[in-house]
């Protein structure tokens, strides 16, 4: 798995040495960064413009790029305190975002649903490196995965315009996963259903929504600082 940009080098080297398997440059780097790159005893290739331009493809790689190794998916932790579940949320920039906001605010494991497949190297990316600090779980039967939160006592808050307002509601002291969808599409009737509340960020002006990485970034915060 290939990733680019300064501030995921940076990131990759301080914090998960360990995963990095090359170093690629296309600019020279100070003395202090090459010698802690260096003990890492890694291949470290230099590149030209054309084949930094063709590795990125056509990205703003900044001159830096790692070879790490890939992110694996895990199952689905039924023990996990706080899970947040994107139901076919795909735009690889909006869940970056969403990856670092849920790190911050203390997400045990975020759940993919919906879908088959998700680029998580594209990811790693736009959570600047956060993704390697978050178990992640593909899980694409959307019923069976309601059907197994409830079963193991999650108190399952689902997102939507017409449910309660977020900040008026006494959350429960137990197990809890936070289910968000998409903008196009939101979270559907049939899995509203199956949550314990539906669950609504009240807004000073009418609006259809708001973009799914902010929204889930309110909910959090929310609820951890319940």
């Keep these: 798995m ?10 990759t080297v301080d914090k998960f040495p360990e995963r990095i398997k090359s170093v690629y440059l296309s600019k020279e780097i100070d003395k202090k960064l090459f010698g ?11 590149l030209d413009n054309k084949k930094a331009q063709a590795m990125s493809k056509g990205g703003n ?22 899970v947040l579940v994107l139901y076919k949320v795909t735009d690889v920039g909006n869940i970056g975002a969403i990856v670092r906001s849920a790190y911050a605010f ?9 879908i088959s497949a998700m680029n998580l190297g594209a990811i790693v ?15 694409e039967d959307s019923f069976a995965l309601m059907n197994e939160l409830k079963i193991s006592e999650y108190d399952i808050l689902g997102l939507d315009m017409g449910g309660e307002n977020i ?14 969808g998409s903008e196009a599409e939101g979270v ?5 259903k199956k949550c314990t509340s539906v669950v609504s960020i009240p807004m000073k002006r009418k609006f259809d929504s708001l973009n799914v990485s902010v929204a889930t970034g309110i909910i959090l915060q929310r609820i951890v600082n319940d």
Excluded: W
């Design 106 to 114: 203390g997400v045990s494991q975020i759940v993919i649903t919906g």
């Design 188 to 192: 559907p009737q049939k899995f509203l």
């Design 125 to 139: 990316r736009t959570s600047s490196g956060a993704l390697m600090d978050m178990p992640i779980c593909i899980y």
């Design 61 to 82: 790689h900044q001159g830096y790029f790692l070879e790490i190794e890939p992110i694996i998916e895990v199952p689905l932790d039924t023990k996990a305190p706080l």
């Design 167 to 180: 900040g008026n509601m006494k959350l429960k002291d137990t197990k809890r996963a936070i289910i968000v």
């Design 2 to 11: 290939t990733v680019f940009g300064k501030q995921i080098f940076m990131y």
């Design 36 to 46: 802690k790159i260096t003990r890492l005893n890694v291949p470290i290739v230099k």
